[in-house]
């Protein structure tokens, strides 16, 4: 019985061995008659053309990294594996790693950019802001470059340092800071934007022996000498708002509305209206810089304010009966 178990067994294992072996030469046969690849010249090429000539191939495309080269340009390829004319299989990886262009450079020209545009450009090119200094000056607008160091067309390394020297913006004419106190809020804002300055902060504190809604302390003190541009801030004699909402009624005939929009690289399109008792009415349209705070005096009926930036709906606003 022993013995006839053992025999079985031999014969299990013989059967069990040429199977095995006749799978192994089945598929050794099969890979063999896969055509191999040639892997083409890719060096100097763009890595967008290489791609997709490896992947037209049937290989597969590994990036290994990026290296600075004085001969290959950027976003070309520096190195490949493996090297063009070897035979590979079918959806085997070659391996590319690509240039990031020459280590050196000519200092591109930043001088009267904006600086967010300055900034994209250093990007760009792999540099970035060292030291930043401000100044007055009469050509060039606010925050756009008056100079550069180093200096325009100069030969220098990627990913050094750029000092730039920033307008303000003309100095503006000296003036005499006008009086405001006994004004009405509407003649106080309108004597501030005609002499070219800027409306500032606005508060209030009430005084009862003195007429309401009427200028009752500015900043700079009438008679200082100020220059176009500044800011003026000025306190109005009513009782004090209440501190939830930042855009109250100023005035008895009306409230002043502000709105700042945010920072960015475009002009945005602001557009206010007012829907009263169901009628819409624009009173602001306009394109107007990144960060640029707006004011609007509002009518003191009851109405609903809709704010749009862009066409955006950004900002609703109940305006209450003063």
Sequence with gaps: MALK????????????????????????LFLNLEEPVVVPHLINKDIVY???????????????????????QEN???????APGVEIKKGRDVRVIISKGAKSLLMPNLTGMSIQLAQ?????????????SRAYSAKLKEDEII??????????????????LISTGNRGVPRKMPELNELSVESAVYLIETSNLVLGKIESSFDPDRLKNIVIAQKPLPGHRIIEGSRIDF???????????????????GYFFKYKAEYGYLKKHIKVTLNCFGMLTDIYDSF?????????LIPSETADLLLYENDNLVLTRVLPVP
């Design 235 to 253: 306190v109005i004699n009513r009782k004090t708002l209440n501190k939830t909402d930042k855009n109250l009624n100023l005035r008895s005939g």
């Design 76 to 82: 070309h390829v520096l190195f490949q594996d493996p």
């Design 147 to 164: 100079s550069q160091f180093p200096a325009p067309g100069e030969k220098i390394q990627r990913g050094v340092g750029v000092n730039l």
């Design 5 to 28: 178990i053992f025999k079985i067994g031999i014969l299990s294992f013989l059967f069990l061995l040429i199977v095995g072996i006749s799978t192994f030469v089945t598929l050794s």
């Design 288 to 296: 107007i810089e990144p960060g640029k705070e707006i004011w609007l």
């Design 120 to 132: 994209i450009t250093m990007e760009e090119n792999d540099l970035h802001e060292k030291n930043l």
């Design 50 to 72: 290489s791609l997709s000539i490896l992947t037209d191939l049937g290989l597969n495309t590994k990036v290994k990294g990026s290296e600075y080269s004085e001969n290959v």
